[in-house]
Each structure stands twice: as structure tokens, then as C-alpha cells.
């Protein structure tokens, strides 16, 4: 069997895999694992020649179940596949769940990762209209923190754009939202 032929061949289970999954809310764990394992085992049967029933498929499934749960080929990085692939054989709904409970969490860490703030992030012009910010106790007007801004010695308005000295800019158009992001920003740490 010719590799281009196995690669569409492949695909085509894939397809077929994808065209019967369950539409997420509707699907079970169950169910998902059940679909995961039988494409595993196809995709195997297929990259060995063996798709008609008989003992050859049986011999081939018995060595992929085997190479499942006992996956040293793997390395660390493949750490949550070698422990759904470990579940998938004895119970694909355990096996489908864990991946789910990992998914789960792995997005919430994210979630809170992006959710903190990052002051290096922000550029020498929005440092400093934070700086005004803070020293005040009543949210400024853009107009007010612009003219701020022009006394220090490294901003200059250039056109209609405030420009550091170390090569950042604001647009005078987006200093309104500048300034009140800053305010939000400052009015949570009070």
C-alpha cells in the first residue's frame, strides 16, 4: 500500500470520524471515548493492510490495545495521551473524561494567566498617564492629561501624535481611552 494511498485512506477515516462525533452538549464521555479507540484502532488496521475481519485484524487490534496501555514509546510531553491512551482500552468514558477534566483546567489557568497584569507590558506613555493618574484622587480629562504629558521632557506632540523619546507613541485620537483604562486600572488597586 502506497503512502499517498494510506494518507487519504486516513483521512477519509478521519472524515468519517469527525462527520459522526457528537456535536458538543450532546456528547457523552462514552461515547466519545468509544469513537476515539475505534478510529485508533481503523487508523491501525488500515496502516497494516488488515481491514477484513479474521484473525490477522484480531492479532493487529490485540497489539494496538497492547501498545495503548502500555505506551513507553511516548515521551513526556505526550504525559495526558499515555494516560487517556491508558484508560481508553478498559474504559473509553474514563478515558474521555480525563482528557475533558484537563482540558477544563488547562483553560481556566489560562484564563487566570491572562487575566493579571502585566505593567512591563505597557509602553513609557502609559506609564506616565498612570503616574498622573495615581497622584490624583478624581479621574482627569484627556484633554488635561495631554497637556501633563507635553511637561514632560522626553513627550513631544508631533502632528496629531504624542511621541517618547525611546520611540513609543499615542495618537492624540486614542488618548481618551488611554486615560480611562489607566483610571480603571488604578481604581481596582485602591
Known sequence: MGKSTFEADRQ????????????????????SGEAVLTLILETERLRHGVTQPGEDRDRRDAETIAALQNSLKLGPEHSIAEAAFRRLVPNPEAAAGYVDAYDTERRSKQSQIAQKER????????????????????????????????????????GDEYRHKDGSTLQARNLDSRVWDAWNRISKRI
Open 119 to 158: 505593567p512591563r507590558g505597557r509602553d513609557s506613555i502609559t506609564r506616565k498617564i498612570e503616574g498622573i493618574m495615581s497622584k490624583e484622587t478624581s479621574k482627569l480629562a484627556a484633554k488635561v492629561v495631554g497637556r501633563m504629558l507635553l511637561e514632560d521632557p522626553d513627550i513631544k506632540l508631533i
Open 12 to 31: 477519509g477515516l478521519i472524515d468519517r470520524y469527525l462527520a459522526g462525533a457528537p456535536r458538543e452538549g450532546e456528547k457523552s464521555d462514552k461515547d
